[in-house]
């Protein structure tokens, strides 16, 4: 698909931008320009693809997404290398994943190939906006929404897909060598038969009064448990988790349709096994998780996806009390694979995996 180039007119001057990226947080800052493609049902499909100044959306009052909350979205990073090149992480996990999404949202897929050009078209246009400090990236949101304007209750025909761009810092902000997670007891984020195997915006609000609660609890993160049994643990607000045990094994929860399939969880699962390690995907309970941080067994967890790569585990807390695993730093275990994951993303390690896709 032929891409129209908008420039444009009046670009954040680079002494303000790169003033900006010295210290840039995490998604409040972004680049002068986004994607854009549309959709109809009735007009071939996907059509009108466009790189353009980043700019508000008009949107109907009766936008189906406004009512029926038809939203799915990926999150990636572009990563500056070595060399001065820039590098994406398995896109194609990603454009797999968001078709994966769009399948069980009733929305169309979006072709491979056309997925990962439209990001290739925004880096080549915001190619500065790529922090240089130390640990940054350009995050980018693909996203897409049914914008047709109705109010009965069916899959919409009308459809955007957009591309913005954000650099990025550091994730958590509490500068801690560990996180602290709360364990709710209260909230689910996903059922058997929901969407927690799609990465919609649904299941991101649902997390926000539970992870609203960690806060006031001094944690930084939420992590829940299956809505059926309320024992078994699933995932935090936005990242999965693996448990690290003195006998050389690591168990991480299975996905068993509650649970977003994270590429970095992937990613660690391989690295994990290359390592000699036994990788099991099965069900681990919170009582368990106690018990093992107690006795010792339990020497590590971590915690893993796109925007905090791998973090360490060091407290968790709960209605019932807290407990620390190991000595509540950070785990050997979880500081060689966030290394190694690093190093591969930003061309310090040789990728033998053909994860990495060079853009530059």
């Known amino acids: 698909m032929d891409f129209e180039h908008i420039p444009h007119a009046a670009p ?12 840039p947080g995490f998604g409040t800052l972004f680049t002068d320009h986004m994607v854009v493609i549309d959709y109809h049902a009735d007009k071939g499909g996907w059509h009108s693809a466009r790189v353009c100044p980043r700019e508000p959306i008009a949107l109907d009052p009766a936008a189906a997404v406004l009512h029926y909350a038809q939203e799915i979205f990926e999150g990636m990073k572009a990563y500056r290398q070595e060399d001065g090149g820039v590098a994406l ?9 968001f078709n994966a999404s769009a399948e069980r949202m009733a929305m169309p897929q979006l072709p491979e190939e056309l997925f990962i050009e439209s990001i290739r078209r925004l880096i080549s246009v915001d190619r500065d906006w790529i922090p240089t400090i130390e640990g940054g990236s350009l995050y980018l949101r693909p996203f897409m929404f049914a914008s047709e304007a109705f109010l009965g209750v069916r899959p919409a025909r009308e459809y955007k897909f957009l591309v913005i761009a954000s650099p990025a810092g550091s994730y958590f902000k509490s500068g ?5 997670i709360w364990v709710s007891s209260d909230y689910v984020r996903a059922a058997p038969g929901g969407t927690g195997a799609a990465k919609t915006g649904g299941n991101y609000a649902a997390s926000l009064v539970p992870q609203a609660e960690a806060i006031e609890k001094g944690c930084d ?17 936005g990242m999965n988790l693996f448990f690290v045990f003195d006998d050389g094994t690591v168990v991480t929860p299975p996905l068993t349709g509650t649970i977003l399939p ?4 992937d990613s660690l699962i391989r690295l994990l096994r290359e390592e000699g390690l036994t990788v099991r995907e099965e069900a681990y309970s919170i009582d368990q998780w106690r018990a093992d941080a107690a006795s010792g067994r339990l020497v590590e967890t971590m915690a893993c996806g796109t925007a905090a790569v791998v973090t360490p585990v060091g407290t968790v807390a709960g209605h019932d009390g807290e ?9 050997q275990l979880t500081s060689k694979l966030r290394d190694k994951l690093v190093g591969i993303q ?6 033998t995996y053909d994860w990495i896709a060079r853009l530059t």
């Open 176 to 180: 801690a060598p560990a996180v602290k």
């Open 262 to 265: 994270g590429i970095t969880r």
């Open 221 to 237: 993160q939420v992590v829940f448990l299956d809505a059926v049994e309320k024992k078994w643990i699933e995932e935090l607000g």
């Open 89 to 97: 992480f398995r896109p194609e996990a990603n454009a797999r994943r």
């Open 346 to 351: 930003r061309g310090r390690v040789d990728d």
């Open 12 to 23: 954040v001057p680079s002494a303000t931008r790169d003033e900006a990226l010295a210290n």
């Open 323 to 331: 407990f620390t695993i190991g000595s509540g730093g950070p785990g």
